[in-house]
């Protein structure tokens, strides 16, 4: 933490332009935002109708039939469950830490986790076949079954997310309600002040945040890795090859951390670009996020090594028609060049400095993400296209999976859903904890209560 | 032994009609008697009038004794893979039975050949109705479920369509309705029976229950019924007595696996099936098929 500014009508200026900087993506309309929302509402409306479609025709509008029963939805849902693990990562095991550096960066992981855990939510409805009996899963739930676990902690999450995000913010929804009357909609206004729960800035307030986020931070350590890990469980429950692993919980993990670690790299630089942030998500911080990401990769690399390897020294049955598929197969292509950009070229890229400045890393960062995405379609597909007894008297593309147009409208109806979360609580709240940021400038926290003059 | 396979029939009958009975008011006797065998192996007279055609039991009533399943049964079957020469009649009769679309197969006869120069052979494969299932594990709603006879069983009046059962299935028995079943409009309004699985049902999964619904009124399933070669063994592990769907033979069930070595398929996953296999020895018919070389 910086010296303390003793002066007041310095830490007021000061304060002023934290405020200024920060509020800037709320303040901001133009054409651009419009023109942005305009085209996810668009396409989110297309991925809609797709789902329609697949309502009222069956399943069979997908690439999906008795064998590969498991398509594209699974793995987009696999990968949309681990980009919000960052959440945990960054905001709960890096502030318990007491890893300052990351803290402007929390509230750009809760977005992500809260948007992607969400979706992966709608996703798993989405690949349903009978969607309208979703309430079964209450009614008739059993609780031996992993998909009830995953509910359960998906839920669970999404509650902690939402609270890690909110809780922090309050003191900013506060300083919103007071300084931001003239330059915002009343509705905003309004919104803030019910939000902001009467927030007076007194110190027993602060410790009733510092305390809750404490907690939330502990409960949300569990919550994180058995989300991931029990999504890795609805494969690894299985007797399939390719899944029936011990080691499948910590490898899932490990590749969350990964794809997440990049969604926040990607999702950081746009809104350094976007709302002229570069004193606020500095050089530094892409610099430790990229330290982050080789480190998380070389986890990651460690896992596939042990999951690849030893089977693939073996090479059982099974096992080995799997592998043989992976490596010089059909899916040799897709599984290499994920290997590759996904694993060894961020970690080799990455350990200069010179790839760890912002538009470098962000490059890298959307490559790993594009990879992480594949990687899971190379998880859970293969596996299905090669069960245990021969495919035979069913027609040809029973066997090999190929999605269909339908199924990627949804599927990109998914990820537009994901940005138009994102984008929302851009538009309505700071990207960066105003308070916390201010505190660590040296500002004191009476300032931030008290009313502009003007 | 013969009379075994005769006396199931009729216990099923009874079984069937006894609901009924329960609800029947009493008529003037005709004095036209038949004889039926009870479940508890006792012979009883019963009046004509009194036998009249079972009505189908409501959804509820279906569902509930469909979990139940049949008191005292130990359900197994046995498929001798040297008497099958891939006539396909156990694949026609069960589309039949359960309304399934031409790709749908509850019963699939395979071409297999389990290493590079081994003789290739047919393998009728139903669903393997496990005694320990992976399928019923993971159902998240109780759908798909274990009877106490040994059949597993399927509620696609709760199923969700996850699909995880098929994922978790390694004898890949289990099939889904991805688009609207065979016949939807002509069975449309139909009473869901629990026990044949139909009418199938748009977003939910199917699978061979031994003709569950047979069962109860004593007759065989209907791949049993159907097969013209004796493949087709099929009864009651607690009674030791299997009969053949062709020969309608009836023979002890320990000596039948025993004298021919029976084997289960994939019993190394410790998944405990309640189909066996005579090995393809002395096979009665030439190997004719193409054996697609992709799993050896």
């Known amino acids: ?454 | 032994m013969k009379t075994l396979g005769a006396s199931m029939g009729v216990a099923g009958v009874l079984g069937g009609s006894s609901l009924l009975n329960s609800c029947a008011k009493v008529e003037t006797n005709t004095g036209d008697k038949i004889k039926l065998l009870t479940s508890s192996g006792e012979l009883v007279e019963v009046d004509k009038v009194q036998l009249k055609p079972a009505e189908m039991p409501s959804l509820t009533e279906n569902q509930k004794r469909g979990r139940l399943g049949l008191p005292g049964r130990s359900w197994v079957m046995v498929i001798d893979l040297s008497k099958c020469r891939n006539a396909r009649e156990c694949m026609k009769a069960c589309q039949n039975h359960h309304q399934l679309r031409p790709e749908q197969h509850h019963m699939n006869v395979l071409q297999m050949q389990d290493a590079e120069h081994t003789a290739p052979y047919y393998m009728p494969k139903p669903c393997q109705h496990c005694d320990n299932p992976p399928c019923t594990k993971v159902c998240p709603v109780n759908a798909t479920f274990k009877r106490d006879d040994g059949i597993v069983l399927i509620d696609n009046e709760r199923c969700i369509g996850c699909r995880f059962c098929i994922a978790a299935c390694p004898y890949s028995a289990r099939v889904f309705n991805w688009f609207e079943p065979r016949d939807a409009e002509k069975y449309e309004g139909v009473t869901y029976n629990i026990e044949a699985n139909v009418p199938q049902k748009r977003g939910t999964i199917s699978k061979c229950l031994f003709s569950a619904d047979r069962l109860r009124d004593g007759k065989l399933p209907s791949c049993v019924s159907a097969c013209p070669n004796g493949v087709y063994w099929f009864g009651d592990r607690n009674e030791d007595a299997v009969t053949n769907g062709t020969t309608k033979e009836t023979v002890r069930f320990s000596e039948l696996i025993e004298k021919n070595a029976a084997y289960t398929l994939m019993e190394e996953l410790g998944t405990k099936p309640r189909v066996y296999y005579l090995p393809p020895k002395d096979r009665a018919f030439p190997f004719q098929g193409h054996i697609d070389t992709h799993h050896i």
């Not at chain 1, 200024?20 to 409306?45: H, N, P, Q, Y």
């Not at chain 1, 309004?190 to 809750?212: F, S």
């Not at chain 1, 090859?241 to 011990?246: E, I, L, N, Q, V």
């Open chain 1, 1 to 454: 933490m910086m010296e303390k500014i003793e002066s007041p009508a310095e830490s007021r200026k000061l304060l002023d332009k934290i405020t200024f900087d920060l509020t800037r993506s709320i303040v901001k309309k133009d054409e651009l935002t419009r023109f942005w929302f305009f085209i996810l509402i668009m396409f989110a409306g297309v991925g809609l109708w797709g789902w329609i479609i697949q309502f009222s025709t069956g399943l069979g509008v997908t690439g999906m039939r008795d064998y590969v029963s498991w398509g594209m939805y699974i793995a987009n849902f696999v990968f949309f469950v681990a980009v919000s693990l960052i959440g945990f990562l960054i905001s709960s095991a890096l502030h318990l830490l007491k890893i300052n550096w990351a803290k402007p960066v929390s509230r750009v992981a809760e977005q992500v986790a809260i948007a992607a855990v969400a979706l992966a939510g709608v996703i798993i409805v989405m690949d349903m076949g009978r969607p309208d009996r979703f309430l079964n899963i209450f009614l008739h739930g059993r609780f031996a079954s992993p998909i009830i676990w995953d509910v359960t902690v998906i839920t669970t999450y999404l509650v902690i997310s939402l609270l890690l995000f909110y809780i922090p913010l309050i003191p900013d929804l506060a300083l919103m309600r007071d300084r931001m009357g003239n330059e915002l909609p009343r509705w905003q206004i309004k919104l803030y002040t019910v939000l902001a729960l009467g927030w007076k800035g007194k110190a027993e307030q602060y410790k009733i945040i510092y305390h809750a986020l404490r907690i939330l931070m502990l409960l949300i350590i569990p919550v994180g890795l058995s989300i991931h890990t029990v999504t890795s469980w609805l494969f690894a429950a299985t007797l399939r090859s390719g899944w029936d692993t011990a080691i499948l919980g910590p490898y899932f993990v490990a590749g969350a951390f990964v794809a997440g670690t990049a969604a926040v790299i990607v999702v950081m630089y746009v809104y350094r670009l976007r709302y002229n942030l570069k004193d606020y998500f500095e050089d530094l911080h892409f610099d430790y996020m990229g330290k982050l990401l080789v480190f998380v990769c070389l986890v990651y690399l460690y896992f596939n090594i042990n999951e690849y390897l030893v089977p693939g020294y073996k090479m059982k049955l099974a096992d080995g028609i799997h592998l043989r598929e992976l490596f010089k197969g059909n899916y040799s292509g897709m599984f290499w060049l994920v290997q590759i950009t996904g694993l060894v070229l961020p970690i080799v890229l990455l350990l200069f400095r010179y790839f760890r400045r912002p538009l470098p890393i962000a490059v890298i960062s959307l490559v790993v993400m594009i990879s992480s995405w594949f990687k899971r379609y190379i998880i859970v597909i293969p596996t299905l296209e090669h069960p245990f007894l021969p495919v035979q008297n069913v027609p040809e593309h029973f066997q090999n999976y190929s999605p269909t147009s339908t199924e990627i409208m949804i599927t990109i109806f998914s990820f537009v859903s994901a940005l138009i979360i994102i984008s929302l609580l851009a538009k309505l709240f700071p990207v960066i904890t105003i308070w916390e940021y201010a505190e660590e400038q040296g500002i004191d926290k009476k300032y931030l209560t008290e009313k502009p003059k003007n």
